[in-house]
């Protein structure tokens, strides 16, 4: 899916439904609800927790129950327009605050300044690929809430430079090999909850990978024998029968 454009998904009849019943994207803290759920697998390896609605009026209605982090939102909804969304949004002293991508076939500039003129933050053409759209979002959301696009993160005194890929437990540095890491910052950024093998191919490895369960099992093994040092907690349980968490 990495690279594939939301105008070919669109057309693409197994997805279609999707699209149809999902038009935009929430983040709530580290929470996001999308409408593109193609992209929901790659998003949720970043950490973000994704969900749909159906329809202008709906997605509405979810924005002022969650109020979320972030908004994408599809230009073409259902029953409400996301350019009425973003409006309502925009006068709301509780909502206005919320930052909104606003999603578009329409490439005109007319179209753009538009969109941003209703209050819309940021403003992306259809096609695009995820890359360009996961920068976007991350972007936004250092601008508008650093807390929750964190360049580095740390649980106790295990800490990751997500820009560098270096790994730190107390003051020293911890030397991990890809999948290790990719591990490792999967369990920082939802610790102490419990994955299964199943839960953490899904979630590292992705759905197109063709990996055994018991694979998992290796690689936690090395990643405990990375970050625990001598007279330290060790941080990676084991729940029997259910799998796996970082406490």
């Known amino acids: 899916m990495y690279g594939q454009h939301i105008k070919d998904v669109v057309y693409n009849k197994d997805f279609t439904v999707d699209f149809v019943t999902a038009k935009f994207l929430l983040l709530t803290e580290l929470n996001i609800k999308s409408s593109y759920k193609p992209y929901n697998g790659h998003l949720e390896k970043e950490g973000y927790k994704v969900s749909s609605s159906e329809n202008g009026e709906e997605a509405l209605k979810e924005i002022k129950e969650s109020a979320p982090d972030l908004v994408l939102l599809d230009w073409m909804l259902p029953d409400l327009s996301g350019i009425e969304i973003c409006k309502q949004l925009k006068k ?14 329409k490439g005109e ?73 990719n591990l490792l910052d999967f369990f920082i950024k939802n610790p102490k909850r419990v994955y299964s093998r199943e839960q953490l191919l899904e979630n590292v490895w992705g759905n197109d990978v063709n ?37």
């Open 211 to 247: 990996v055994e369960s018991r694979t998992v099992d290796v690689h936690i093994r090395r990643l405990r024998q990375a970050i625990n040092i001598a007279g330290s907690k060790e941080l990676i349980r084991t729940v029997r029968s259910a799998g796996y968490s970082l406490d």
């Open 92 to 105: 709301s002293a509780q909502y206005k605050s919320i930052p909104i991508i606003m999603l578009t076939a």
């Open 109 to 181: 500039e007319e179209d753009k300044v538009r969109g941003l003129n209703v209050g819309a933050d940021d403003y992306v053409t259809k096609p695009f690929s995820y890359p360009e759209l996961l920068a976007r979002i991350e972007a936004l959301l250092r601008r508008s809430k650093p807390s929750v696009a964190q360049d580095v993160i740390s649980f106790e005194d295990l800490k990751i430079d997500r820009i560098t890929r270096r790994v730190y437990r107390g003051k020293k540095e911890i030397s991990l090999g890809p999948t290790e890491y």
